[in-house]
């Protein structure tokens, strides 16, 4: 709700999402911005890392997880001009394209309850479906404070991971107007999951059952 305020109330060409714990760099502004001189390119994110990296080993590997997800999953999606997320700590947004959808991301629901979380996908989401191109700049770099403690983590996790899949089957119409590699990329965001669940009750089953790894 008070993101939607602030984008009403907004002006300019561009709306730039941040979040509370990230800071930018010095060119954060001029590069996304640049990015989004094509019109047809509604929101546009850039690189993410740890800004806490040296904490401890979880915040070394959340900061290695960021680099693959935005150097190698993003970008593979942006060379389709289909991000699927634009991540909340770094993002812009045509506003003209913001205020279009403003009425239908308020008012979203999912399986009769509205849809108040991971609004940063879902956005994309809904770029996407109206049409315009989502797209990644590797230079436009943000560092965010990450979890450096297990349970903050996997809660993050967890919310994450109902967000995608819900956003999957609000987008099951968009995939079919979308190159096959995205069709197959959701896909296995999707299944990785549920892959790894099987294979970890598996192993589990074949150790209490068999006596052997």
Known sequence: KAQIAAIRRSSGDFVLSVDSDTTLASDVITKLAVKMRDPMVGAAMGQLTAYNRSDTWLTRLIDMEYWLACNEERAAQGRFGAVMCCCGPCAMYRRSCLLSLLDQYET???RGKPSD?????????????AG?????VPGAVAATVVPDKMGPYLRQQLRWARSTFRDTMLARGLLRGLDRYLTLDVMGENLGPLLLGIAVVTALGELLFSHTV
């Open 108 to 110: 979203q629901l999912f």
């Open 117 to 129: 979380f991971g609004e940063d996908r879902h956005l994309t989401i809904l770029m996407l479906k």
């Open 132 to 136: 315009f191109r989502t797209e990644y």
